[in-house]
């Protein structure tokens, strides 16, 4: 049985926020929401989360998780008083073990914790993930003996000139037997600078009973890197940025600078995908083989098909884009658009709840909103549908074949049957019928003897 308790109570105040910090985000997401993520990799028997700064709101961001248990810790008197507050949530028995992680530690990897696992047993009830870094300070610094066995961990500031140059540090991880955790927890005390209960303090006790304490590593640094104010954040999220970037290309992705990518959330990728500089993706976006992203794109939930184009600066959100669509530069596809195979939608143009059909286009300067637009369909600049009529949004139906001329406005609800042409500069409220020509217009004239004001003199 496996018991994870995730401390997240604290306040964060070098944050400088109003905030609880675990909600702060790293790639586009809560701290708290990436190691929950990563525990559940470890299929839990319990998840237990320790709150006390910010509970509620806390609470509300996880509301739709119902494998949960919050534990409030409060007053917040350090974090072994934070892991005595769970102990009533522990399964226990026989074979039970508890890992303690932490909701501003978010990166660490599942393959990391497996082994923090492993290492823990039965020779050693007590585990612990240790680092050595080339600037330790800040950090609790573990102890050795001469046999090199670990005797205890002491904390920066109760720590002597001779211990604080160990490199050896504690991230504060761990992984125990259950009913020693628990035993050891109901011993700890507050005699240290900070008046505090530390659960490193375990270690030392675990000892004491003559119990070995095992330590195993992380892959990398930045696994156990924690955030204590903005400019952490900052530096973990270009970390993440990093190893995501990474990832992309050692799946053949090719990125045009993978320092200026930023992934909030999933992206999936096909063969000979490329992603120029600056590129945003949030959400779940998929991207097919062969498609390529322009700088400065913007893409939030959407699917992106083989071989289509997104250019430069054009922003995307719950839409999908069929296979060799194009759309861009400076395109803006909303909630609900669906673009068929070679469809374009080209400069400032911005499509909303619509179907575009295959081979049909919008090159430049329009509104689509509510509208269904069949296929080799040709809609000019200028040209809007006009879907809101204050109360209701109403749709636009455009057969196959149709041209919308220039400047034009489709008053919904209104159909334009196939292979009908919209004049420029009409405004539409009825029916087009199939093959003609519909337009309304005011008659041109020229008004002879007008001339132009002239500005009056100066005085």
């Known amino acids: 049985m496996l018991n994870v308790v995730i401390l997240a109570a604290g306040l964060g105040k070098r944050m400088q926020s109003d905030l609880p910090k675990v909600l702060h985000p790293i790639a586009g997401r809560p701290m708290l929401a990436h190691i ?26 996880f509301s739709d998780a119902s494998d949960i248990t919050f534990v409030v810790q409060q007053p917040q008197q350090g974090t072994g008083h934070a892991v005595q507050q769970t102990v009533s949530e522990l399964t226990t028995g026989s074979g039970s073990r508890t890992l303690v992680l932490y909701g501003d530690v978010p990166l660490v990897q599942a393959a990391t914790l497996n082994q923090l696992l492993q290492t823990q047993g039965k020779d050693a009830p007590l ?23 670990i005797t205890g961990i002491v904390e920066e500031r109760d720590a002597t000139t001779r211990q604080k140059a160990i490199t050896e540090v504690n991230t504060g991880m761990l992984c125990a037997d259950t009913a020693l955790l628990i035993d050891w927890l109901s011993r700890l005390d507050n005699r240290n600078a900070q008046a505090e209960y530390y659960l490193t303090d375990i270690v030392g006790l675990a000892v004491a009973d003559n119990h070995t304490v095992a330590a195993s590593h992380p892959a990398t640094t930045w696994e156990t890197q924690g ?24 799946q053949g992705v090719t990125l045009a600078d993978p320092a200026r990518t930023d992934v909030r959330g999933t ?37 992106v098909d083989n071989d289509a184009s997104i250019r430069a600066y054009s922003h995307l959100e719950d839409a999908r884009v069929g296979v060799a669509a194009l759309v861009g530069p400076y395109a803006r596809l909303r909630p609900g658009t669906v673009l068929a195979e070679r469809a374009q939608v080209g400069n400032f143009v911005e499509v909303k709840n619509s179907r575009i059909g295959a081979d049909s286009k919008s090159s430049h300067l329009a509104y689509i909103g509510d509208a269904e637009v069949g296929e080799r369909v040709n809609i000019g600049a200028g040209a809007i549908t006009c879907n809101y009529d204050g109360a209701n949004k109403n749709q636009t139906i455009i057969e196959d074949d149709v ?10 609800p209104v159909r334009i049957e196939r292979g009908a042409t919209i004049g420029a500069g009409t405004t539409l409220t009825q029916d087009a019928p199939e093959g003609r020509l519909t337009l309304s217009r005011a008659q041109q004239k020229t008004v002879f003897g007008w001339t132009r004001p002239r500005p009056r003199p100066k005085s």
């Open 36 to 61: 929950l993520d990563t525990a559940r990799q470890l299929q839990p028997d319990r998840l237990v989360v320790v709150v006390g700064h910010g509970t509620e709101q806390v609470k509300a961001a």
């Open 403 to 412: 041209f919308i001329g220039s400047d034009t406005q489709l008053v919904a």
């Open 127 to 149: 585990a612990i993930l240790t680092e050595v870094l080339d600037n330790p300070a800040g950090y609790g610094r573990i102890l050795r003996n001469d046999s090199d066995a």
């Open 267 to 303: 992206l999936s990728c096909g063969r000979d995908v490329f992603i120029d500089v600056g590129c945003i993706f949030e959400g779940t976006v998929t991207l097919g083989d062969g498609v390529r992203v322009g700088p400065y794109a913007v893409l939030r939930n959407v699917t």
């Open 227 to 250: 955030v204590n104010s903005r400019l952490q954040q900052a530096q973990l999220e270009r970390a993440l940025q990093a190893e995501l970037a990474r990832r992309l290309m050692d």
